[in-house]
Nanobody, 124 residues
Framework: EVQLQASGGGLVQPGGSLRLSCAAS????????IGWFRQAPGKEREGVSY??????FYSASVKERFTVSRDNAKNTVYLQMNSLKPEDTAVYYC???????????????????WGQGTQVTVSS
């Protein structure tokens, strides 16, 4: 059974850092890719980052501040978030896509399996 468990969210001051984790089970990380998405109240779900074998993508709003990585031994994907801003406040989700057109990594409907989400709040 494919499962994704996102964790690591919390309350942080502007300029602070958080590291989110996405623990995967039921499949190997090399099989397909993992996307990170976020959704703020009243807004659409937004693609933040994507990682697959030999590929890493970021949205323009987080590039240079967020870093995606993975540990195959732990079957876990990480999202290191630095220089956090209030507009980064959202519920963050990880999701798995077994196959997609790379230019469409931001499209939520390309992902079949989703984690439960973890809240990130950036506020002073």
């Amino acid at each position: 059974e494919v499962q994704l468990q996102a964790s690591g969210g919390g309350l942080v001051q502007p300029g602070g850092s958080l590291r989110l984790s996405c623990a995967a089970s039921g499949f190997a990380l090399d099989d397909g890719g993992i996307g990170w998405f976020r959704q703020a109240p009243g807004k659409e779900r937004e693609g933040v980052s994507y990682i697959a074998v030999g590929r890493k993508f970021y949205s323009a709003s987080v590039k240079e501040r967020f870093t995606v990585s993975r540990d195959n031994a732990k079957n876990t994907v990480y999202l290191q978030m630095n220089s956090l801003k209030p507009e980064d406040t959202a519920v963050y989700y990880c999701a798995r896509s077994s196959r997609l057109i790379l230019s469409e990594w931001r499209v939520p409907s390309n992902y079949y399996y989703w984690g439960q989400g973890t809240q990130v709040t950036v506020s002073s």
